[in-house]
């Protein structure tokens, strides 16, 4: 019992602390704000204003945009346990990121406006 629960967190802090370093940034969300920059500017190679903008997140934003997203779309968790989520779906599959940005741009269906139970939004 105690090896099992000492993976799972191992694996949770490899899971928090790995895009981190992998984008080397300070946090998680900040993280994914890197990642689908640079996602987003692969896909569109002529496209020098998501260059400049991969080289200006850290001093303009360092996550906080993505971070506010998260937080109102789902109130109750917290915004580094859903960047993490977020960023570990971007980094498996890179088609996820377009997915992720719209369903940021969206806030949250709770109540009548919610989607039916086999229709959850991508986060």
Partial sequence: MKTLLVSILLLAAVGITY??????????????????????SARDRGNSAALVIGALQSALSNGSIVRNLMKRRDPDIPPFLTCGLAYWRVLLDPDQAES?????????RTGENAPPAGKRSPL
Wanted: proline share 6%; charged share 15%; aromatic share 0%.
């Fill in 100 to 108: 992720i940005i719209n369903a940021l741009g969206t806030p949250a």
């Fill in 19 to 40: 895009p981190m370093i992998n984008e080397e940034t300070t946090n998680v969300c900040s993280a994914l704000e890197r990642r689908l920059i640079i996602v987003l």
